[in-house]
Nanobody
């Protein structure tokens, strides 16, 4: 599986960005797809996840209510719509997918994910 992310950039606080991640070679709609992020000097953290079939959507506390993860199976693409962005959202964002059948309650776990896209920088200015 190969993942190609796009859509990062610089935005002012309160603005919006949409990240996209195109997948090639994935096998099942029941596999999870997720977004993680890593800020400078911090560990990578979970942002959002769902199954490719739309089930089991979950968000981290900072993302809930502002970010929306969605999938377009026809295009094998996952999106992360980010609204009301804050300077603390500044990070390198990664998409990832796991080739296995996992309960949605575990899909926040970074260790599940085998395939990662290249990081994409999101910078939110104050």
């Amino acid at each position: 599986v190969q993942l190609q992310a796009s859509g990062g950039g610089l935005v002012q606080a309160g603005g919006s960005l949409r990240l996209s991640c195109a997948a090639s070679g994935r096998a099942s709609n029941d596999y999870p797809i997720a977004w993680f992020r890593q800020s400078l000097g911090k560990e990578r953290e979970f942002v959002a996840s769902r199954k490719w079939n739309g089930a089991s959507t979950r968000y981290s506390d900072p993302a809930r209510g502002r970010f929306t993860i969605s999938t377009d199976n026809a295009k094998n693409t996952v999106h992360l719509q980010m609204n009301n962005l804050k300077p603390e959202d500044t990070a390198v964002y990664y998409c990832a997918t796991a080739p296995g059948y996992y309960s949605g309650q575990y899909c926040f776990m970074e260790s599940l994910y085998t395939f990662w896209g290249q990081g994409i920088l999101v910078t939110v200015s104050s």
